[in-house]
Nanobody
Framework: EVQLQASGGGLVQRGGSLRLSCAVSGLIFEDHAIGWFRQAPGKEREGISC????????YYADSVKGRFTISRDNAKKTVYLQMNNLKPEDTGVYYC??????????????????WGQGTLVTVSS
């Protein structure tokens, strides 16, 4: 059974940092790309970052580019999202998700196959 467990969220002041983790099991980790999405109250779920499988290329939405860094550790079957210089508009539930091999720049929900429960990030002003 495929499982994704996101963790590392919490409460932080604007300008602060958090590191999110996503542990993946139930599939061949090295054959999949991993994406991060977030959803703020009253807004649609937004794709913000992705890291591909073997090549390791990355994608960032304009809203987080230069502040967030995605990475993966294949030995631990875990992906990370380092979030720096956080802003109140970054507040939301962050979800990790997977698809086969490569990231797509469209970052649509329908392009990904499995979803975890998410982890809440709250940035105070």
């Amino acid at each position: 059974e495929v499982q994704l467990q996101a963790s590392g969220g919490g409460l932080v002041q604007r300008g602060g940092s958090l590191r999110l983790s996503c542990a993946v099991s139930g599939l061949i980790f090295e054959d999949h790309a991993i994406g991060w999405f977030r959803q703020a109250p009253g807004k649609e779920r937004e794709g913000i970052s992705c890291v591909s499988s073997s090549v390791g290329s990355t994608y960032y939405a304009d809203s987080v580019k230069g502040r967030f860094t995605i990475s993966r550790d294949n030995a631990k079957k875990t992906v990370y999202l380092q979030m720096n210089n956080l802003k109140p508009e970054d507040t939301g539930v962050y979800y990790c998700t997977i698809r086969r091999f490569i990231c797509l720049p469209t970052m649509k929900n329908s392009e990904y196959d499995y979803w975890g429960q998410g982890t809440l990030v709250t940035v105070s002003s």
